[in-house]
């Protein structure tokens, strides 16, 4: 008898948009590629993720035109003097919006895709496939593409650094493969002006500055047309509070507004990096009034000058250098009309901004948005060497009305364990407030563990399903504490394992607390128990790590050798540990680095009661090498010092373990029937 098997739904789901003729949603095609590149099937990896790359471009630039189309069609008159005529144009250009994209696209609900698909794809995530994909079928000038389109994004990836240099190296892969596919054509423009400018040919750079300005400008507005989208402020609270119809516009316009005015800082911002270029706009202006004059074009030069001097009114330099040109032309020149439209509208901008987030109750200050877009930086946001074109503070960024616990940096507290034992402290690894722990747990407890590991974790549990929240080559499987009781309670595993986990993450904090000698209460913020299985046949000449270098509670930035303390990162953990349940596999280690994510200052090898603890933030980059060949386990802990923070889970956990003691029965395998 034959025997049919049946394709992943994600496949026929593809065919039939196929056949529609409807464009696939790209998180569909992308969980494809996944899904594909987890069979070693390559050549689906490719077309999959080539086609995912595709579909999220077009999807963005039909949102663009649309909506771009529609205001034009629609326009709201600034004579309107009825409520009527207004509502109408707003009516009509919704109307025009749907029609339109879902011509272009097909139905909108199809292309409605998470926030951690979006993420991806802003990371550059489907690159790191197509590189893997490619060299799988020895396409090496199309990995060599992906790699570098990467790894633009992903500065900090010390392993596919690695394997650009590798690729170098390889017969038939020349200079010019190594291309970003996701270039932003405004910022290569720019970026190949300023190398003629530095050479001295400054015919050609004035053709690629005014490119990158015409560029610029166009990336602009379609930037400020994206964000004519969904908006929400974090600081809102939309359940407990409901808006009147003037209220809930007022809102919106003003998320929207907000929205537009963190364009200045995308278009100036290179993928991967959290710091925008310095003085980015003006800068044009100024490498342009110089290029101009060594051509002998003074009028252009006096343009140039004089725009330079919308954004740095006072810049002494250049009134000198306006003075200069407009002595030897023998009359005066005009700004450039499109840095003063630019300007007038980011003016009349943000005195609606400073209305509507008055409105919302929430505090305006010349350095909530890009005042004026000149003023000096914000010293904690961005570090820079600039007269401070670059200030902004976020508006959702929330005050901080805890009581704050100010710590002093110490170590060598008290272990209060017998068995456990300090192997290395913070001189002997190469840095601060680090410490390894062993003999933390025995070699029965970790066998425990283990096995409970294996009965209850799943693929991606912890990390919103994801397969692997890290590398492809590895299979990664987790489960919490409150996960392992309801399987206690339930009878699928032995109570007592579920709550030596609870125990033993508990053990855990004390010994950190005690240890790092904190003068207030280590609360749990997340408690993971976790499981890394090399994958059988990905293991080949594969230099990437099991975790990328990173920091805790902050977004490493190796470039500016700074560690953001920003969302998405989480900027409320203080102190992590890890306590390993094993060391036989290969590969695995945990390693310190340097904030450059490259140079190595400490390495800990896994084994059974063996744990790790350091504090959180920038002082101690770490992350683990890959796992090549068996199965690494461990606890992973992170703790705060605010109880704001505490893991839901936890406090969960706490109350079961609390009804459970106060009823005694804890000799119970399985207690549900006595609850």
């Not at 039909?62 to 709201?76: F, G, V």
Request: contains cysteine.
């Amino acid at each position: 008898m034959d025997v049919y098997v049946l394709p992943p739904l994600g496949v026929v789901l593809a065919l039939i948009l196929q056949i529609t003729g409807a464009l696939e949603p790209y998180d569909l095609l992308y969980d494809n590629g996944v899904e594909a590149f987890s069979r070693g099937d390559y050549a689906g990896v490719v077309r999959y993720m080539e086609k995912a790359l595709a579909s999220f471009s077009r999807v963005r630039q039909t949102k663009i035109r649309c909506r771009l189309k529609c205001e034009d069609q629609h326009r709201i008159d600034s004579n309107i003097n009825t409520d009527l005529f207004f509502f109408d144009s707003v009516l009509r250009r919704a109307a025009c919006l749907n029609a339109c994209i879902e011509e272009q696209i097909g139905t909108q609900s199809m292309h409605t895709v998470s926030e951690d698909v979006i993420q991806d794809f802003h990371r550059r995530i489907p690159y790191n496939y197509l590189q893997l994909a490619y060299r799988k079928l020895n396409q090496l000038d199309k990995a060599a593409a992906a790699a570098h389109t990467y790894f633009q994004a992903n500065p900090e990836h010390v392993e596919m650094g690695q394997n650009l240099e590798q690729y170098k190296t390889l017969e038939g892969v020349e200079e010019k493969h190594f291309i970003d596919r996701e270039a932003r054509p405004h910022q290569r423009a720019f970026s190949a002006g300023v190398k003629l400018y530095d050479k001295g040919d400054y015919e050609g750079s004035v053709s690629l500055f005014e490119e990158a300005l015409t560029e610029y400008y166009k990336a602009d507005v379609e930037c400020r047309a994206l964000c004519e989208g969904p908006q929400q402020f974090q600081e809102q609270n939309h359940v407990l509070y409901r808006y009147s119809l003037y209220e809930l516009i007022s809102d919106h316009y003003t998320q929207v507004l907000h929205c537009k005015h963190e364009c200045v800082r995308d278009l100036a911002t290179r993928p991967g990096r959290l710091s925008p270029m310095e003085n980015y706009l003006p800068l044009h202006y100024d490498y342009l009034q110089f290029a101009y004059f060594q051509v002998n074009k003074l009028d252009e030069a006096l343009s140039c000058a004089l725009t330079y001097l919308l954004f740095h009114e006072g810049a002494e330099f250049m009134i000198e250098n306006v003075e200069h040109f407009s002595e030897s032309l023998g009359h005066d020149g005009q700004p450039r009309q499109e840095a003063v439209q630019y300007l007038q509208r980011h003016k009349q901008e943000l005195e609606l901004l400073q209305i509507g987030t008055e409105n919302l109750g929430i505090p305006y200050t010349e350095g909530n948005y890009w005042s004026s877009l000149g003023g000096r930086e914000d010293a904690n946001r961005i570090p820079s060497g600039t007269d401070g074109w670059m200030e902004y503070v976020p508006i959702s960024e929330k005050k901080d009305t805890s009581v704050t616990v100010v710590q002093e940096l110490r170590e060598g507290g008290p272990l209060l364990y017998d068995s456990v034992r300090v192997t290395q402290n913070s001189l002997d690894l190469n840095g601060t407030q680090r410490v390894v722990f062993d003999d933390v747990i025995s070699e029965d407890e970790c066998s425990e563990l283990k096995h409970l590991a294996h009965t209850t974790t799943i693929s991606g549990d912890g990390y919103r399903g994801k397969m692997s929240p890290h590398t492809p080559n590895e299979k990664f499987e987790g489960t919490t504490v409150l996960k392992t009781l309801q399987f206690g309670y339930e009878g699928r595993v032995p109570f007592r394992s579920a709550r030596l986990f609870y125990d033993i993450s508990e053990k855990a904090r004390q010994i950190v607390e005690s240890y790092f000698m904190l003068n207030s209460t280590l609360h749990f913020s997340y408690t993971h128990l976790v499981c890394r299985t090399a994958i059988t046949g990905q293991q080949d000449h594969r230099i990437d790590l099991s975790h990328p270098i990173h920091a805790d509670n902050c977004l490493l930035d190796p470039e500016a050798n700074e560690c953001w303390k920003e969302p998405p990162a989480y900027t409320y953990r203080d102190y992590s540990a890890l306590l390993y349940l094993n060391g036989d596999f290969e590969g695995g280690e945990f390693i310190f680095t340097e904030m450059d994510a490259k140079t190595i200052t400490a390495s800990v090898k896994p084994r059974c009661g063996r744990m790790v603890g350091f504090s959180s933030g920038g002082e101690n980059p770490h992350g683990v090498r890959a796992v090549t060949r068996g199965q690494r386990c461990a606890v992973a802990l992170w703790f705060t010092l605010d109880p704001l923070y505490r893991e839901l889970e936890r406090l969960q956990a706490d109350e079961v373990i609390q009804a459970l003691e106060n009823q005694h029965l804890w000799t119970q395998i399985n207690p549900k029937d006595e609850l």
